[in-house]
């Protein structure tokens, strides 16, 4: 039986946090044999904001290099960079043209953006969600695993491929957002949502050192003023973040001790660094032997995209002939 295709991206922003683990990456690994998968670098879509081109090539590689020792094997789906298949953009003009702007100008993280960078909300930026549901739609991917921030983008992508479809004739899947346990991991402020622009993640290849500073002077419930006060695990995000790295048992050992005052918020917050690392640290070990092996990350991502290309070759020349600009 044809398993079904999956396909999800990530931006090459320089750091990976523990919300893009939890929330998509660690889901990627986990399906792997049930699907095929297909998971991509975002270039393009990381040069909507402001960023440095210097460093940016250092940046795809560190990811790519990041999301092998994570578990992407090659031989367990498809790696690639975005701009090394150029049907991306080209899927991405067509779809510009057949979505009206206010749809564009009505999404959420564009407006969020817009806000953060206001000397720079360029056209690319508003048109960004037609760019992922192109990504999507050149595979005919049908489900796509995402963090909670990424839904209303597939809920356009869905509306994208019925207008297509409904215009030029049936061509593309309305794909269906995956969630993993964790869809929205808090940063360390515990207020905002963990991003590298907001300045409050745990990178996950940080040096252990700098991951215990960043948890232990992490928010945690601010009711709880004082070692003796009784905590609350339900409103406090280091316990969110418990849930994804300790054990069962200890969750609930956790749970039931911080109720009752028996530990404190150090105490807590070292359990979790612990677990963290021991999750973490084959990870990051993997990552520097790749740091010192290049060739294999590069080897990693041509082979992927020459896959991908096959699959977009296909897919663009039906939709080439569907909108009339060539025969197909
Ligand atoms: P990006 O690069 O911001 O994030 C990559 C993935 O990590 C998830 N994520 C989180 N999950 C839980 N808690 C958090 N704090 C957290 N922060 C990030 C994101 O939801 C995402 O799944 N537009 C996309 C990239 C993209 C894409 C696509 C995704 C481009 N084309 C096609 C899916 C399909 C983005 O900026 O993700």
């Given at each position: 039986m044809r398993k079904q295709r999956i396909f999800s991206g990530i931006q090459p922003t320089g750091v990976i946090h523990a919300g893009n683990y939890v929330g998509a990456i660690r889901n990627w690994i986990n399906l792997l044999d049930k699907y095929e998968c297909i998971f991509s670098i975002v270039d393009y879509h990381a040069i909507t904001v402001e960023y440095d081109a210097s460093t940016f090539q250092k940046n795809i590689i560190d990811a790519a290099r990041t999301l092998i020792a994570c578990g992407l094997e090659p031989d367990r789906c498809s790696l690639f960079v975005?701009?090394?298949?150029?049907e991306h953009t080209e899927l991405a003009w067509i779809l510009n043209c057949i979505t009206p702007i206010g749809d564009l100008e009505r999404m959420t993280q564009f407006k969020d953006k817009s806000r953060q960078h206001r000397d720079n909300i360029n056209v690319g930026l508003l048109s960004y969600p037609l760019l992922q549901a192109a990504d999507i739609l050149l595979y005919k991917s049908e489900i796509i695993p995402v963090g909670e921030d990424q839904v209303q983008h597939i809920e356009m992508t869905r509306r994208t491929a019925r207008r297509f479809n409904n215009r030029f004739?049936?061509?593309?899947p309305e794909p269906a957002e995956l969630l993993s346990n964790t869809p929205k991991i808090m940063g360390l402020d515990g207020?905002?949502?963990?991003s590298k622009s907001l300045n409050n993640f745990v990178g996950i290849l940080e040096p252990p050192d700098a991951i215990w500073e960043k948890l232990r002077t992490a928010v945690t419930?601010?009711?709880?003023?004082?070692?003796?006060d009784p905590g609350n695990p339900g409103i406090c995000n280091l316990f969110t973040m418990h849930k994804e790295f300790s054990s069962q048992e200890e969750i609930s050992e956790i749970d039931r001790t911080c109720r009752t005052a028996e530990i404190g918020c150090v105490e807590c917050k070292k359990n979790l660094f612990e677990n963290m690392m021991r999750c973490l640290a084959p990870v990051q070990q993997r990552a520097a032997e790749l740091e010192t092996n290049q060739e294999e990350v590069i080897e990693v991502l041509n082979t992927g995209a020459e896959r991908c290309r096959k699959i977009a070759e296909e897919v663009m020349n039906e939709v080439r002939g569907k909108i009339g600009v060539r025969k197909s």
């Open positions: 975005q701009s090394q298949v150029p004739g049936d061509t593309f207020k905002t949502k963990m419930d601010e009711n709880r003023k004082r070692r003796k």
